[in-house]
């Protein structure tokens, strides 16, 4: 749907429109004995706990100009972490996009933080961890779930390439919703306020090239689809702590033939027998 005129339009009272963008991210690593794979689960536990997830949700929360009102947060026995955030719309002056903008937010490296003054809405940010590995084939999986909620003028697209950048992503899969509506001073209903025909119009040309991308969209129905694959295969990068010379050139094919059937299985949402 394109609306002309978007952003000069007067809304009778406050938009409440609910922006919804929900982040499936992978990564996928190989872990030749049962010793390995321990320890990747206790790294995946340590790198992303709930004071890190903690810190990324936070600056979330700034870039896409708003305020934290409430955190929950909980690391898992024996592995995993959850962080709520309740949050609000504030102002912020240098983070982020125009609303509506195409242009993509800032990544890790670029975040600070602002004061803000927020108001009560309807907005939340949640994330949860899992990681997980099975004896079969050694290969090991590490999944955050991240769902991002908004209502107001802040968007959660603004994140896109900040979450992208924090999480080391083999594989993304995400959602975008604009769900109910809001009314101009003539009492019309606006079931949108941003111009989007795709995910990828938020995403950096970078990150468009570093990815092989599927797009599954209905317009109709504000509802946005993408999925995101590297391109580039480097067995080195999926190796957890061991090196390639410690396999013969069989035992490499093996292992590259498992991640990437691996990979494959969870893009395409399908288990592959002849892979």
């Known amino acids: 749907m394109k609306i002309k005129g978007i952003d000069k339009l007067k809304l009778y009272d406050f938009n409440n429109l609910t922006k919804s963008l929900s982040f499936n991210i992978y990564d996928i690593c190989y872990a030749k004995s049962y010793e390995h794979r321990q320890d990747y689960i206790r790294y995946i536990d340590e790198?992303?706990?709930?004071?890190?997830?903690?810190?990324?949700?936070?600056?979330?929360?700034?870039?896409?100009?708003?305020?934290?009102?409430?955190?929950?947060?909980?690391?898992?026995?024996?592995?995993?972490?959850?962080v709520t955030m309740l949050i609000a719309e504030g102002p912020v002056e240098t983070l982020g996009a125009a609303n509506g903008s195409a242009r993509p937010g800032p990544?890790?490296?670029?975040?600070?933080?602002?004061?803000?003054?927020?108001?009560?809405?309807k907005s939340h940010i949640t994330v949860h961890t899992y990681p997980e590995s099975h004896p079969d084939k050694g290969v090991s999986t590490f999944r955050a779930d991240i769902d991002v909620s908004?209502?107001?003028q802040i968007s959660p697209l603004k994140a896109l390439n900040y979450l992208i950048k924090s999480f080391e992503s083999d594989i993304i899969i995400m959602d975008y919703r604009v769900r109910g509506f809001t009314r101009d001073m003539n009492g019309k209903k606006c079931f949108i306020d941003h111009k989007i025909n795709s995910i990828q119009n938020y995403l950096p040309a970078k990150t468009r090239n570093q990815y092989q991308?599927?797009?599954?969209?209905?317009?109709?129905?504000?509802?946005?689809h993408t999925k995101m694959i590297l391109r580039e295969f480097d067995l080195d990068n999926y190796l957890f702590d061991s090196e390639r010379n410690e396999f013969d050139p069989a035992e490499r094919k093996k292992i590259k033939k498992k991640i990437k059937k691996e990979m494959s299985e969870i893009f395409y949402g399908r288990n592959m027998v002849n892979v």
């Open 150 to 152: 908004t209502c107001g």
């Open 107 to 121: 990544d890790a490296e670029q975040v600070h933080k602002e004061s803000v003054v927020g108001h009560l809405d």
């Open 213 to 224: 991308m599927i797009d599954v969209n209905i317009y109709q129905e504000n509802i946005f």
């Open 47 to 82: 790198q992303y706990n709930a004071t890190r997830l903690t810190e990324i949700l936070t600056n979330v929360t700034h870039i896409i100009g708003a305020n934290v009102l409430n955190i929950a947060q909980q690391d898992y026995d024996p592995q995993g972490a959850s």
